[in-house]
């Protein structure tokens, strides 16, 4: 089974930083963190695989950086120059399965399996 436990929201000043925590327990793949606001769709953010490829949302290229601790089994999002647009719940996300997470669908929720609770990010401006 797999376990994904977020932690570091908060909320900031437009142009502040945050990293975003999750604890991952369990055997994985595919790790990335995405973001739903109130009355949109979740989407992507940013993704990585086991052999170690990210992909980014256009929106946040640039600005976040996905980063995994594989020794502590950490993955990391660290979000400089917010916006108030990134302003969500941000959620933790992972799968088992290598032949889902190809280029073409890592960014896509339905690609992912299992979910953290998520965690608040308000960006203020």
């Known amino acids: 089974q797999v376990q994904l436990v977020e932690s570091g929201g908060g909320s900031v000043q437009s142009g502040g930083s945050l990293r975003l925590s999750c604890a991952v327990s369990?055997?994985?793949?595919?790790l990335g963190w995405f973001r739903q606001a109130p009355g949109k769709e979740r989407e992507g953010v940013a993704t990585?695989?086991?052999?170690?490829?990210?992909r980014y949302a256009d929106t946040v290229k640039g600005r976040f950086t996905i980063s995994q601790e594989k020794a502590e089994d950490i993955l990391y999002l660290q979000m400089n120059s917010l916006k108030p647009e990134d302003t969500a719940m941000y959620y933790c996300?992972?799968?088992?399965?290598?032949?889902?997470?190809?280029?073409?669908?890592?960014?896509?929720?339905?690609?992912?399996?299992?979910w953290g609770q998520g965690t608040q990010v308000t960006v203020s401006s």
């Open positions: 990585i695989t086991g052999a170690g490829s990210t």
């Open positions: 996300a992972a799968d088992r399965a290598a032949s889902k997470c190809v280029t073409s669908r890592q960014l896509a929720p339905s690609t992912f399996d299992y």
């Open positions: 369990g055997n994985t793949y595919c």
